[in-house]
């Protein structure tokens, strides 16, 4: 067996197939593209899934990559010597070219004769009736005895999703046992016991799927049309191998991880399997956190942003539990000196990806105390000396609490965990969390109505011309197909061709009218919107304004050429607008969503901090920049692999076929591939104005712009609104900044000297005894004297004022509080009407049990409300306006009654 570091085999892997005329790609990103069964990238096949249906045509029969994918379903057992979330996934694969033969025979030699493994340690799995797959492993000189047949749990590959590619499949074994004592497995019933699938000294490192059936929404397989391979060897897996290791996290790929947990918690691998475990749970999330990241996942509370949140938090968690302070994005800096040579966006995106981490980590901190009060509230709460299944999955879920946690601070509670019920609880959860990851594969009924038509798709005509004739092939009126529509009727068009753009990329869909030829047709049809709902298809929502359409009618299509137009200077913005971006901001922004609309643009973008005022402007100039040069649209059809190697960036979620359009501008300085509608130059975009920016999400921040006639607009209004301005003030317009700073001083001042009149009057109408009934007509008072327990009188100014804000009010109970030296003060007024009361306690009364806090809440809640305060000064307010004397008449039972030494 040779030995290889990880860059190693992968190398060695992509040149093999290189060299045996295989396309060789990059990584798709995690984020899977145009596949919404999908939440991430699960394996190497699925950027490839349109390929295997031949909804697309690939760029090359024959393909090889290393794909990073990722797996949330064992999550919970990382830490131990195999789980990963994250991992590299080589593959070759083919579409509709070589099949089993060739397969069988490049995996075992690329086994033998470039890895290097012996021959006696290799076994070999394939499905149960696949007796061609046995037959091509016996012509290799494989003993038979070395092969095993498996049913569907380990011999049949579904499709990564509800729907998609899938077949039987061989396997390729690795023993890790002593050959010495390895059983004889040419005895029937140690085969039953004893073998890969069967204990755990095998290690299955390479599995060779023959995908030749095709499974619907309906879990219905049928044939493909060509028969393909999907394969996937796992470079962790074989790196373990090859190095002759015990774990993952022994290999040298993940040693400079591992050594950098060492060095933060200061305890050593390997040394208690416990440390060991969470050292490798930190090293391993860390990681995986750091790739999510250089893919534009953001940590939220739903989807994938939930998948990563779920990730940093676990991985903090067991940080702590090692004594770790230090910042977790330490280890992203780790991960993209060993990694980024391979995955470039590591680097590039490095500094995005430690904001990220440590504002989760801050996030989470403040979380984490909160999980720790509620597992204390949940241990008060115990029965029969243990805290509920239901309870601890709450506190994992939720707050990120690992149920060893739990369990342990439990323990030292005198309390058990139902560890049954926690499990119950946990598969409910997981299986919702599946559901969740399949969260829409599409409407079944309705492709299916559109697939009866046979129609692969509509040719589009739209980015040379605005009107063509065509033809009717296709009604659709509630969901049902129709041979004619009338007047009135709503009803979805299928045409032959049509210049109408569907909504995709961000872009909305064309308006426009189908009409019968000449000049006075006898069909109009509005189209209000077009999509393609199902591949592409075009589908036209329109109504019927005139006449009867049939289908096979011949109709005129024309699309609204002014929308187009203004939708086509929002798309050429859009992509300006992104490049700005990226060179103002950093590469870390990635698209995460547009809407190209006639009136406006929106675009999301994935940045951490809001823009400031410069960035922003910085922007902007720089996309008036190219348009004031007026650069050229460059249109340019490629094929999606040499788009990619050149530099085009692909974050519109579509999935791409072999041939590509791509969109140059100023290249390098924007490069994309995109489908959309946009001007032939820069300069017919017109002047660009940002309208706002503002956050949607934590570090996904959202612009809105203008662009064209809306621009124009949009500075009208603001010059308007600034003449308009200053003519109210009777200044220049250049001035209007200075005048209104003087305004809002002398506003300012104006302010405190109406404070200080409000609160002498405030202070002259609380100037009486108490007793009376005060000097302002909207002051009415409630005093009172009691007795204290020891003989002490105790006296009680309680009062209604006007008041126009609490600081008045707070201020006014100072004054009265100062003037009576010992006793109780209540002020209550109705301010911005809401019912306010202030209630303070000399400090020489306190201990006869009166506290402030206390009285406050007790008469906020005769007015539907609440408050509260220290034992000497409160606030508190109700609902109820119409209560507040009321409650002020009740003061002096409170009183009474925390002088009885009711906790008042």
């Known amino acids: 067996m040779r030995f290889l570091t990880a860059d190693e085999a992968r190398e060695a892997f992509l040149k093999y197939f290189q060299e045996r005329d295989h396309l060789r790609l990059p990584s798709a990103s995690l984020i899977p593209s145009g596949d919404p069964t999908l939440l991430l990238t699960t394996a190497g096949m699925v950027p490839f899934k349109p390929y295997f249906s031949r909804e697309l045509e690939p760029p090359h029969p024959r ?31 083919s579409f509709g070219d070589y099949f089993k033969k060739e397969t069988i025979a490049w995996g075992h030699d690329i086994s033998l004769n470039v890895f290097g493994l012996e021959p006696e340690r290799l076994f070999f799995t394939v499905y149960t009736d696949d007796d061609e797959a046995e037959q091509l492993w016996l012509d290799r000189g494989v003993e038979r ?36 004592a390895m059983p004889d497995y040419s005895d029937p019933e140690i085969r039953k016991v004893w073998g890969p699938n069967l204990t755990d000294d095998f290690v299955e490192y390479y599995n060779l799927v023959f995908t030749q059936f095709n499974r619907d929404l309906e879990g219905n397989d049928t044939l493909l049309p060509f028969k393909n391979i999907d394969t996937g060897l796992g470079l962790e897996r074989i790196a373990v191998i090859l ?12 040693q400079p991880l591992v050594r950098h947990v060492e060095s933060m918690c200061g305890k050593k691998w390997g040394e208690d399997p416990k440390v060991t475990a969470a050292i490798n749970i930190v090293a391993e999330h860390a990681r995986s956190a750091t790739f999510l990241i250089g893919d534009g996942v953001i940590p939220g509370n739903n989807g994938r942003g939930y998948v990563l949140r779920r990730v940093i938090r676990r991985g903090m968690i067991f940080g702590r539990e090692l004594g770790i302070e230090g910042p977790v994005s330490e280890l992203a800096q780790i991960v993209a000196e060993v990694m980024g040579h391979t995955y470039p966006e590591l680097r590039s995106n490095g500094n995005f990806i430690e904001q990220v981490l440590d504002k989760e980590e801050a996030s989470f901190s403040r979380t984490l105390e909160q999980g720790t009060q509620r597992l204390h509230v949940v241990m008060a709460k115990g029965t029969d000396e243990q805290v509920s299944g239901a309870d601890a999955a709450q506190l994992y ?86 041979d004619s529509a009338s007047e009135g009727d709503e009803v979805e068009i299928i045409l032959e061709e049509t210049p109408f753009y569907a909504a995709r990329g961000g872009q909305v869909g064309d308006t426009g009218v189908l009409h019968s030829p000449g000049q006075d047709p006898a069909v109009q049809v509005n189209v209000n919107d077009t999509r393609a709902p199902f591949g592409h298809i075009n589908v036209h929502f329109s109504k019927v304004a005139k006449g009867t359409v049939k289908t096979g009618d011949a109709l005129t299509a024309e699309v609204n050429g002014d929308r187009r137009e203004k939708i086509r200077r929002n798309h050429t913005a859009t992509h300006l607008v992104h490049a700005a971006l990226r060179e103002v901001l950093g590469t870390h922004v990635r698209q995460s969503g547009s809407v190209v609309a006639p009136d406006h643009l929106r675009f999301d973008f994935t940045h951490m901090a809001p823009m400031t005022a410069e960035e922003i402007r910085a922007v902007q100039d720089r996309v008036n920049e190219k348009i004031r040069t007026n ?66 999400g934590s570090g996904v921040r959202r612009i809105f712009a203008v662009t ?16 308009q301005v200053s003519q109210l003030l009777k200044v220049p317009a250049d001035e209007l900044g200075q005048r209104t700073q003087s305004l809002m001083d002398d506003l300012a001042a ?9 609160e002498q009057v405030l202070r002259a109408s609380v100037a009486g005894s108490s007793g009376t009934s005060g000097n302002g007509a909207d002051q009415k008072a409630f005093d009172f004297s009691l007795d204290a327990p020891d003989g002490t009188s105790i006296t009680a100014e309680v009062k209604s004022v006007s008041a126009s804000n609490v600081d008045s009010l707070r201020r006014t109970a100072d004054h009265i509080r100062d003037r009576i030296k010992s006793g109780v003060v209540v002020l209550g007024s109705v301010i911005d009407e809401r019912p306010m009361i202030i209630v303070m306690v000399t400090k020489d009364l306190t201990g006869s049990g009166l506290h402030a806090g206390n009285i406050a809440k007790e ?7 609440g408050g509260g305060g220290s034992p000497v000064v409160a606030q508190a307010g109700g609902k109820e306006p119409g209560q507040l004397e009321a409650a002020l008449a009740s003061a002096k039972g409170v009183v009474e009654a925390g002088l009885a030494g009711d906790k008042v």
């Open 859 to 865: 008469i906020a809640g005769k007015m539907g409300g």
């Open 708 to 723: 064209g006639v809306g621009a124009e607009e949009a500075i009208y209004d603001q010059f308007g609104m600034v003449d």
């Open 750 to 758: 104006s302010r405190r000297e109406l404070q200080k009149l409000e």
């Open 63 to 93: 393909i090889t990559t290393v794909q990073k994918s990722f797996r949330t379903t064992d999550i919970e057992e990382v830490g131990d010597a195999t789980h990963l979330t994250m991992f590299e996934m080589l593959g070759n694969f």
């Open 397 to 482: 879920d939720t707050y990120g609490f690992p149920v060893e946690m739990t369990q342990e601070l439990a323990s030292e509670n005198g309390l058990n965990v139902d560890m049954e019920g926690y499990e119950q609880e946990m598969e409910q959860r997981r299986e919702k969390a599946r559901s969740a990851g399949t969260a829409f594969a599409g409407d079944s009924e309705g492709r299916k109505i559109y697939e009866s038509l046979d129609i692969e798709e509509t040719v589009f005509l739209g980015y040379n011309t605005l009107l063509a004739d065509s033809t009717v092939v296709g009604l659709i009126k509630d969901g049902k197909l129709i």
């Open 631 to 696: 650069r050229p649209v460059e249109v340019h059809w490629t094929t999606y692999g040499k788009a990619v190697e050149g530099g085009a960036l692909a974050f519109f979620g579509d999935t791409y076929e072999n041939d590509v359009r791509t969109i140059r501008i100023d290249p390098p300085w924007s490069y994309e591939l995109c489908g959309g509608t946009h001007m032939e130059s820069t300069g017919g975009t017109g002047v660009f104005i940002i309208t706002s920016e503002a956050g949607i």
């Open 243 to 254: 190095q002759g290791v015990g774990s993952i996290y022994e290999a040298d790929h993940f």
């Open 145 to 180: 005895n070395r092969i095993y047949r498996f049913g569907d749990e380990d011999n049949w590959w579904g499709p990564a999703g509800d729907q998609g590619a899938c077949g039987p499949s061989s396997e390729l074994h690795y023993y890790t046992g002593d050959l010495d």
